[in-house]
């Protein structure tokens, strides 16, 4: 519900609004914003000033044009005097990592380190000093931090920053946004917005806060791994369900009677398509997960079972896009996560499926890419979250409605 | 993205944002509205009485309290004075059929026809005509038309007013909204507002334009039919997807190379849990479809192989609600269309595949319901539809940038 009578707010989403605007369309003058949004020209002025004296955009001459005369002042965001940090747990790689992103999406720096024991307490402990020692550069940098966004793997309650379930930890409602923001408080950390969210979610937003006009919209990203999952934007926001859950897509069931699933059913797409079942398909029977690294190596060795394994895989994710494109019919889907780095074996094999079946119905395949901040989209993505946030400011009025 | 500098703009937003404050909080007073929206008491007092007069609003003290002293006047939607006209093409009973909605979601009147043929044309201008005179007596009643909607079962561009496939007709590429307003002029209706969406779109609308207040959100409705699809609302606007396909999710796939489907792939839900599969299991080979009439009566028999036929689609039915449940986390599911008139067999069915699950994975059951308007469901949400519209004067600036 958009009630426009709260004349700070007001205020406050009109200039956020038009932050949006330059966000999609880079470039525009004060007279085109306001032909744009249809805000009077000296409301769109004040509010540029507000925005530019505040870090959020900057005015640049740069882009020649060929008219004669005075060209209008375009208008860009800035990427360097703002800045939000981005932090992730990560279950792969057994680490925690964090970046300092500008708020065009550059990745300023970043520090990451192994994590010896995944107790949340300790976690959290190391996570708190990671995050300290870019605080601490970015303010000698003389960069303004606009908060901090943390991803985990696993179900997040996003309104209390509570992580419900994180299987392969395991955790099981971590208070991570009260801890964390003590421990932070305690090294000299405060006054920063903290948000806690899923990983994958996180990869989304990566996708579109940083991604250029025209923005696919519905976007989804489908993030594969140990797990399998996917982040879905709707309407210009992150798209959660009523609890939170949606885009547990994993979890949807590809077959009847399937094998076992780490969450106790039978037949979900990740014992089809996760790095789990890769490695059980080339091992021959259930037993460790293999490292991405190990079975990439396998591949460029054209070892047999490997291609079979991740050509199996691959085959699958074919049907779960599939799925996925008749539930959200996406402007986009994106594909990321570590089971990309095994490339065409992978890959051709859903792309062959998806083709069958466009094939079949005389459909279209649906815009496939894959992500562009690789391996770092979830820490980007954390970043992300809080200029998607900011940027939406009466969604946090009207969210608990 | 929600601009407020556009004055007159900003108080029909304003104005229809009150209308749906009562719609959720039936009773309040200008005074409780006041608080509840942010906007000022004058400001309040301006708009309702703006709503009064034009009869989308009406006081009433009929809700008495114990309380002592004048107490504030309640407000309520008005289920007299306004109205819309709903209205489908149906391929399961190869007929059309139109209903005068009142405001607050009572039937006021209606009519119904066969359709000797399908040909557009034909069919168009039956509708006029049955419309028509839906029009000519709310007239004679005294009621105000805010506008009419259309239903039709395929693949709808809402924007254009096209039917772009219908495949069960067939129809192709038919410009519904231009036809018909023509149609409807030759015969005296004109002025009147015309919108065209697909069927399971208007039935899930059905639920939540005239639901109480907690409303579910996300909120899906499944119909089961010929044809199985789903209508999703996702933040209080109907969710259509980049080209308006989303919730085809008959069209999912629930096993690698199963049977072939209308729509020329393998496997599709629909191929477990339609009409035709379910006649198919029964006559033992793929031919007619038989009447879920007919089904009834022979589950009324306990006909061996319409009970198994009928539990097997149940069974389906659950994997894909499941599905269902993965990808959208929904605060509701409905469970609407024809198919549902076959009552326990399948619905119970469905519901152990669910509560198996939801066992093995130690997750809630999602919350499920049967359709609160039955074989209404479409026509209603036709109706539905120009107050969803309406309701959200914002959408219709803002929806093709």
Redesign the interface.
């Known amino acids: 519900?958009?009630?426009?009578?709260?004349q700070s707010?007001?205020r406050e989403?009109?200039r956020m609004?038009l932050a949006?605007?330059i966000q999609r369309l880079p470039g525009l003058s004060r007279a085109e914003l306001a032909k744009e949004?249809?805000?009077?020209k000296s409301?769109v002025s004040l509010l540029v000033q507000d925005l530019i004296d505040e870090g959020w955009l900057l005015e640049s001459d740069i882009q020649a044009t060929g008219s004669i005369g005075r060209r209008p002042t375009p208008l860009f965001l800035d990427g360097v005097r703002l800045a939000m940090i981005g932090a992730e747990v990560s279950v792969e790689s057994k680490s925690i990592s964090a970046l300092t992103v500008s708020l065009t999406g550059e990745v300023i720096n970043g520090a990451s380190e192994p994590l010896p024991s995944t107790r949340p307490a300790e976690v959290i402990r190391r996570l708190a000093h990671l995050i300290a020692s870019l605080v601490e550069q970015a303010r000698a940098d003389g960069r303004r931090l606009l908060g901090i966004g943390v991803g985990v793997p696993g179900a997040v309650l996003d309104k209390q920053g509570v992580v419900k379930l994180a299987p392969n930890f395991p955790w099981r409602d971590v208070s991570l946004r009260s801890d964390l923001a003590r421990e932070l408080a305690l090294i000299g950390v405060d006054n920063l917005c903290l948000h806690v969210q899923n990983d994958y979610d996180l990869a989304a937003l990566s996708e579109y806060e940083f991604g250029a006009d025209p923005l696919?919209?519905?976007l989804v990203y489908l993030g594969l791994g140990v797990g399998v999952g996917?982040g879905i934007i709707?309407?210009?926001?992150l798209?959660?369900?009523?609890?939170?859950?949606?885009?547990?897509?994993?979890?949807?069931?590809?077959?009847?009677e399937g094998p076992v699933c780490s969450?106790?059913?039978?037949g979900c797409a990740e014992t089809f398509i996760g790095q789990k079942a890769i490695s059980t398909q080339i091992f021959g029977h259930a037993g460790d997960v293999m490292p991405v690294e190990t079975i990439r190596h396998l591949l460029e060795r054209n070892d047999e079972a490997a291609l079979l394994a991740v050509r199996r895989a691959g085959h699958?994710l074919g049907?779960l896009i599939?799925?996925?494109w008749?539930?959200?019919?996406?402007?986009r889907i994106v594909l990321g996560g570590p089971l990309c780095e095994l490339g065409a074996p992978i890959l051709d094999a859903a792309h062959s499926c998806l083709e069958r079946?466009s094939e079949?119905?005389?459909m279209p395949l649906p815009e496939i890419k894959l992500s562009r901040f690789g391996s770092r989209s979830v820490v980007v993505g954390a970043a992300a979250l809080v200029k998607h946030n900011l940027l939406r400011p009466?969604d946090a009025r009207f969210r608990d409605r």
């Open positions: 519900m958009t009630i426009t009578g709260d707010l007001m989403s009109n609004a949006r605007v949004t249809g805000l009077t409301t696919p919209d519905p996917a709707v309407r210009d926001r798209f959660l369900g009523a609890d939170g859950f949606a885009g547990e897509v994993g979890h949807s069931i590809l077959q009847l969450c106790g059913r039978k699958y049907v599939q799925n996925l008749t539930c959200f019919n996406p402007g079946y079949d119905c005389g009466l």
